[in-house]
């Protein structure tokens, strides 16, 4: 499995086209018939890639697809056979293009979504729709070049699939959360954040690109920096009578979101009452002890591990994990 603002659209958008004469019309400047009659040819094409359905994509296919369907379909068609996604989605770009040269290769950038994407114009009009099909563990954005000679017929020319983010995010929203973290004081984590949007654009794939990864490192070497000079690890929890010992301070990924976990070694029994209070203290001195990350989550993951003789002259870990949950 790979790794999981505002201005007005017309405002954001950036348009390169080495074609004077091509038309490009912008998400909800597009004619809403045009858009009733795409929605429609995509609700037909998730259907068929939910069931597999031969005849669908027949009725809505270009001759050259209809031809080739195996292969135009195969590197979709495995998200839905597999049930990676239950066809659920949502609108997250369109373009109409019109007068674009056959053969010709173009280019739209999104400032505002942070990405660039190419196509081939392969017939007088072309309808490029976005779809991001969310998922527990990422979500996919669906990417489907309808073409048409100009009659108002659309047919499937090209469909494209790749990860894109997770919790609706890509990697651009993911390097914009981090700034936003950073803003309020919360530098952890902003860090990780700022990490995630880094392995993100790494998972892209196709004719699709979140062009993050360098500004969203540096951003993370700044913030390592500033972590790095405030905090020391290992760090010894004098105010707890057992004393243990923070290795790392991160994050855990779970359904609902991201959330703050402290990893640490204990020098009591894994499955002793003791260890349970003492992760009851520990959960109450943590959030002080490291401002720079919210606490105030709806979870908060307390990993307490230990370092025992393996009997062969080597050690072994145990770990448990402790789950606190807000009321």
């Given at each position: ?39 429609s ?7 068929a ?54 053969t ?22 072309t309808?490029?729709s ?10 996919y ?5 309808y ?13 494209d ?40 654009s ?21 913030l ?57 203290e ?46």
């Amino acid at each position: 499995m790979k790794r999981i603002f505002t201005l007005l659209f017309l405002a954001v958008l950036t348009l390169t086209s080495c074609n004077d004469d091509e038309k490009i019309i912008l998400s909800d400047k597009i004619d809403q018939k045009v858009q009733d009659v795409i929605k429609s040819k995509n609700d037909s094409l998730i259907k068929a890639m939910m069931t597999s359905d031969m005849h669908i994509y027949k009725a809505l296919g270009t001759e050259d697809f209809k031809k080739n369907i195996p292969s135009r379909t195969r590197n979709v068609s495995w998200a839905f056979r597999k049930q990676y996604t239950n066809g659920t989605y949502k609108v997250y770009d369109q373009y109409h293009i019109i007068d674009g040269i056959k053969t010709k290769r173009s280019e739209i950038t999104s400032i505002g979504k942070g990405y660039t994407f190419k196509w081939t114009n392969v017939s007088k009009e072309t309808y490029i729709s976005m779809l991001k099909l969310p998922f527990v563990l990422q979500d996919y954005l669906l990417i489907l070049q309808y073409t048409s000679d100009g009659s108002g017929k659309w047919q499937i020319h090209r469909m494209d699939i790749t990860p894109v983010g997770r919790y609706d995010l890509t990697p651009y929203d993911f390097l914009a959360e981090a700034k936003k973290l950073q803003k309020k004081g919360l530098n952890l984590d902003a860090y990780y954040y700022a990490g995630t949007a880094i392995e993100w654009s790494k998972d892209i794939e196709g004719d699709i690109v979140f062009d993050v990864a360098g500004d969203a490192q540096d951003f993370k070497d700044e913030l390592a920096d500033v972590l790095n000079e405030k905090y020391r690890f290992p760090k010894e929890v004098t105010q707890i009578a057992s004393k243990p010992v923070i290795t790392e301070v991160t994050v855990k990924t779970a359904v609902e979101g991201v959330f703050p976990m402290i990893v640490y070694k204990t020098k009591l029994p894994i499955d002793s009452p003791a260890l349970e209070k003492e992760y009851e203290e520990l959960r109450r001195v943590a959030p002080r002890m490291f401002p720079d990350m919210d606490f105030t989550k709806k979870y908060a993951f307390y990993l307490a591990t230990q370092d025992l003789p393996d009997g062969l002259g080597g050690q072994k870990q145990e770990v448990k994990e402790f789950k606190y949950k807000r009321e």
